[in-house]
């Protein structure tokens, strides 16, 4: 794992935003893994100015991203498809039908993982997967003791899980309690991964991602079989607690 780490989130988002923009102008139709979420919203940000300002043309780009909540409706502010429209694809020359989400409102949601393993198979491998860090050590909606052989799959959110995202809902009831994920072997057969860490309740995860062992326990901690992973932290991740990155 290759770590980097940034001054600030403004500049964690900037670096971030610069490397996607080089590798979508050096590959126009690279596909995309997505993540959603407080981490890469100064990403998308950043990556909207380029597009406005400097031209980079997502018309051919493909993304996936990597889960919905179970039972929210595209309409619904608080679904990751509304999330992705608002933050960036509504600010992109990105065509919709590129841009896949699993479909939280699906009557068969196992059929709906399989649908979307099968969009996988015909549009990706992805290129470069983006993801940010869950404080239990999550990726995609991956809840510790999730198999790292995992497809995309259902899940139930654990009750910490639920809790940190309760901070977008008005109560925390309103929080769904499923999810479609991309599974974690999913995820590990993008070519490349950028993980971002921002932000100090990131702090003990990170730690863990460095110095503990490869373990279901800790779905992140697979990614140091990957062969091609940067991760980007900011300093508020690092703090003074003697992390060396
Ligand atoms: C979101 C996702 C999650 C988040 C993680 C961190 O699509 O897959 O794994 O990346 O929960 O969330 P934030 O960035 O809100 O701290």
Request: charged content about 20%; glycine content about 8%; aromatic content about 8%.
């Amino acid at each position: 794992m290759d770590i980097i780490t940034a001054p600030s989130y403004e500049a964690l988002s900037k670096e971030a935003a610069a490397y996607i923009s080089r590798k979508v102008q050096d590959n126009p139709q690279i596909v995309l893994g997505l993540a959603t979420g407080s981490t890469p919203t100064g990403l998308y940000e950043q990556l909207i100015k380029d597009h406005i300002t400097l031209g980079t043309s997502y018309r051919h780009v493909t993304t996936f991203n990597l889960d919905e909540y179970v039972g929210l409706s595209k309409e619904n502010p608080n679904s990751y498809y509304a999330f992705m429209e608002k933050h960036l694809f509504q600010h992109l020359d990105i065509q919709s039908e590129y841009t896949f989400i699993p479909d939280g409102m699906s009557a068969h949601q196992q059929k709906e993982c399989n649908i979307y393993e099968e969009k996988l198979k015909k549009h990706g491998p992805i290129d470069l997967q983006i993801l940010g860090l869950g404080a239990n050590g999550h990726i995609g909606f991956n809840e510790p003791g999730t198999s790292f052989a995992s497809r995309t799959h259902i899940v139930e959110l654990t009750d910490s899980t639920r809790k940190a995202n309760s901070r977008f809902f008005k109560d925390i009831k309103d929080v769904p309690t499923h999810a479609i994920t991309m599974g974690i072997d999913s995820i590990m057969g993008a070519k490349e991964i950028l993980l971002l860490v921002a932000g100090e309740n990131k702090r003990k995860a990170f730690e863990q991602l460095l110095y503990g062992e490869i373990s279901e326990d800790f779905p992140a901690s697979i990614l140091k079989k990957h062969p091609c992973v940067k991760i980007l932290a900011d300093q508020s991740v690092l703090g003074t607690s003697g992390i060396i990155a």
